[in-house]
């Protein structure tokens, strides 16, 4: 074992050395007259290109960070010249570097760094796991972390007095694992100022006891949340630059070159410590993905922000990121009843209502893509998507198409009338596809919303025949972000922790070829980079992954075991490079 782990380490040595001289091929054949020779080329390997000019190759040829030639292993070994490195995959798969359409990095990252508790799955155990953190950190002030899930409680709430236990002279206050919930100890309530008189803010709920009104300690959607914001310390800009290098090592591990960031804070003056961090990092050279942002709109303000968000963008753009996104929050969560429904709740008046007007959401889109910008929709209602797609519609018929590719995410519930207008409109259906099956929630929500309407859950297959186009991710860090989870429960529909469940509407599956383009080229189109990356094409960046097995080969059942051997950005290796890979 010794001796073969000595092995594999020379062979990963050989190859990143291999991997990260772009230069040496150019300078030793020049005096040759070969400057076009290839500075790497990765051969016998089993090629998905995910262009459909030719969807599979042997051999890739990368020169200066760029895919200089696809082809067969004799087409490609014409660009070799006396300086190329040439890397044998032993038959591996090779694929453009995985996307993700929605992701929350930063929220991710300081989920890891500020007490989590993610691991816990009752009570008693995030009670134990936060004592913990009080008991690290002694003094007065408050004691903030996230991670809790709301299927872990009984009755789907939190309680203040888990939290009294553990100190009641001391604020505790805890977000959910999504990001839409706070749970907080009866001190948090008191210095925030919420009793029993205190209303329900728009968009969001105050939890109450049911007997006598009295707040419970949990704090559902961001204008409740907002309610206890001032108690809770902003990250400091070296939390925030730790988070994003905390996550592009995690992303890049699992194989993704590029993401989309669902929701960064600015201020009116468009200066924003999210933007700062990002730009921290890049000049670090630490920034080993293409990033695109969206600027978060503020539901509590109206149009009056829009100045604020031009200017934001303006700086991020000077810093030479891409900022031309808005992400509009325009509903809640189904299991709580504040996503917004086109009918009742069950055995209930209740439609929930849109955090942000039809109204104002249609003026601010329209407005917005007039001036460049890309519109991202929170929508995991029915109601919500058709809010947001009246909104699109309006955009598109006022302005023309000027080629944004506005983006719905979530879409835990599509009105059938609705699903073939995301091709009519050009709309990218951004889904989440390892929720598509029968996990936890999942029986909260058909509960909530009935069986006729839980056969309108995610109906990736009905938007694809209708000629729609899927751009899939996470939500990290509320679940997996290996692309793999995600491509076999798309093709199963099924919880791969619990298949005796059963799928999930078995008939909305999509192809594998359906699920990789979604994870591919589709992310690569909604971020605006499909020009450079996304697929396997000459001139495009040489943005790639190596997985240990061909997924074509193997039972959907095994994708999610399948490994990413080695990942590239621009040519360069990010993660791995172990095992029999030998550089000749």
Known sequence: MKERAIRQSIASAALALALAQPGAALAGDRSKGQAASADVILTNARVYTVDKSRPWAESVAIKDGKILAVGTAGEVARTKGTRTKVVDLGGRMLLPGFGDAHAHPMFGGLTHARCPIVDGKTPEQYQAMIAACVAKKPGTGVVYGIGWAQTNFPGVTPHKETLDAISRDRPIIFGSFDGHALWANSKALELAGITKDTPDPVGGRIGRDPKTGEPNGALWEFSAMALVDKLIPAPTPGELEDSIVYVVKHFNGLGITNWHDAGVEYRD??????????????????????????IKWKNERGLDQIPGILRAAERAKRYGLNAYSVKYYLDGVIPQHTA???????????????AVTPEILTAAVTRLDAQGFQAHTHSEGDGAVRESLNAYAAALKANGDRGHRHMISHMNVIDPADQPRFGELGVYAVFQPYWASNYEDMDLQKAAIGPRRAQNIYPAANIVKAGGKLAYSSDWPVDSAYPLDGIQVALTRTNPLKPESGPLLADQAVTLEEAIASYTINVAEVNHIDKETGSITPGKLADLVVLDRNLFDIPTTEIRNVKVVLTLFAGRPVYGGVGELVAK
């Open 340 to 354: 917004s429904m086109l009918e009742p709740y069950e055995g209930t008046s209740d439609r929930g209502k849109p």
């Open 269 to 294: 003056d468009g200066s924003s410590p999210m933007v700062e961090a990002y730009r921290a990092v890049r000049d670090k050279g630490a920034l080993t993905a293409r990033v695109a942002i969206d």
